[in-house]
């Protein structure tokens, strides 16, 4: 963690990050790196699990706790794992806490842990956890990879928070459960089906691109 | 679950319950390499040899895991046998094909966080499969994750020659099709199930 390490390593980033160092880390991961929205990592728990917002939400959380414990002990070994064997390392790094999360989740709510079902264990194959844990935190100091877990994290929550909360009120008229909708309202039951989860994904993607070339013009 | 006959296991593991359409794994190679359909197609060989070999040890595994009593290993065995059977598969393939290893690229190695070979190691388990089972519905999840992606490649081939619109281009519309795709596999739903 000396000076002249850290230097090295921020040299390609440095332009970007010298107006603000450490909140830029953090934002990047919230807005323009949206692990979903830009960078189209973890699809598959984004599209399974986001049938309702209280699913999407407890999904995100969960990521995000794997993602930050994860960021954080790798970057501490960064010095120490040899590079052939690192992405091993990274996964059975990963798979101990999402082990962690796993029987954490079993204890708080046994509903919750039953409707999110083998998604949870399949967060250790989340490509977001694998691609900040090889792009970032093996490169970074602790606490820039805390920082950037977080943003990732809160980034990944947000998004699975939009597409199921997009699913939860067309598919089912309500939101966190509460429901809302007048009686009249026709659900739209396949929202709620793997394919809405497609089209609703689609469309976020369609509004993101929107902004995207909006910004190159202007 | 456990007494259900070996067709049933398969057609439900290949079309009704699809890994791809129905289930959301292996989405990240489905959007990746369904660009060309014979890059697809061996995509889809490469891995179902994963999932078959790795649904095996799976069974093995679990089998010493209830023995010594330690399940919370399990999630941290399994990922280490489909790490190791990817690195196997990806030296073969290398030496074996160098122009299908170039063509698969980075999607080889990140077989290894192919969410739909864990799920099938994970599903397994907790349907209480025996071995035969196991094989089986490896097997089926393996030839329905490759008939989604040879689909969804056949479409994508025809999309290049078609006219779109600048925002919808890109991933937006492979997920648009992809829905329609899903769609369509609900018919599947009253084969049984």
Redesign the interface.
């Known amino acids: 963690m000396s000076v002249i390490n850290q230097n090295k390593s921020e040299k390609g980033f440095l332009s970007s990050i010298a107006d603000h160092p450490s909140t830029d880390e953090f934002i990047k991961g919230v807005w323009r790196e949206n692990p979903v929205f830009v960078q189209v990592l973890g699809m598959c728990p984004s599209l399974a699990v986001s049938n309702s917002a209280k699913n999407a939400l407890a999904m995100g959380l969960a990521t995000a706790f794997v993602l930050l414990m994860s960021n954080i002990l790798i970057s501490l070994l960064r010095d120490f794992i040899p590079k052939q064997v690192r992405i091993a390392s990274y996964i059975l790094i990963i798979a101990t806490f999402v082990t962690v999360i796993d029987y954490a989740m079993q204890a708080i709510s046994i509903e919750l842990h039953k409707s999110l079902g083998a998604f949870i264990a399949l967060i250790v194959v989340n490509c977001i956890i694998l691609s900040r844990a090889e792009a970032f935190a093996s490169k970074n100091t602790v606490g820039k990879s805390i920082l950037d877990a977080l943003g990732m994290g809160i980034g990944f929550t947000f998004a699975l928070l939009c597409i199921g909360g997009v699913r939860e009120i067309l598919g089912s008229g309500s939101f966190l459960g509460f429901e809302f909708m007048p009686d009249s309202f026709e659900k739209w039951v396949i929202m709620v089906l793997p394919a809405g989860g497609f089209f609703t994904l689609a469309f976020l993607l369609l509004i993101f691109n929107s902004f995207k070339i909006k910004n190159n013009r202007a | 679950m456990s007494d259900s006959s070996l067709w049933s296991i398969f057609i439900n593991a290949s079309l009704i319950n699809n890994f791809v ?8 190679p489905f ?1 990746g390499v369904s660009g060309k359909i014979e890059t697809a197609t061996k995509m889809g060989a490469a891995v179902t040899f994963v999932m078959v070999i790795s649904a095996m040890c799976a069974y093995g595994i679990n089998a010493v895991l209830t023995a010594i009593n330690a399940p ?1 290993l399990q ?2 065995s399994f ?2 046998v489909i ?1 190791s059977t990817v690195q196997l598969v990806e030296m073969f393939i290398k030496k074996a094909s160098p122009a299908l290893f170039k063509a698969l690229g980075i999607f080889l ?2 077989i ?4 739909a ?3 099938v190691a ?2 397994q388990t ?1 349907k209480g499969f025996g071995l035969l089972q196991s094989f089986v519905y490896a097997l089926g999840a393996g030839a329905g994750f490759t008939l989604a992606l040879v689909l969804m490649a056949g479409l994508r081939e025809q999309l290049e020659f078609s006219e779109t619109i ?3 281009k ?4 492979v ?2 099709v ?3 795709l ?2 369509s596999f ?1 018919g599947f739903a009253g084969l049984g199930g």
């Open positions: 359409l129905a289930y959301f794994l292996g989405i990240c959007l919370f999630l941290i990922i280490v790490a190695p990140l290894t966080t192919n969410c070979v864990l799920a994970l599903f907790s600048g925002i919808v890109g991933t937006a519309l997920l648009l992809g829905g329609i899903s769609l609900m």
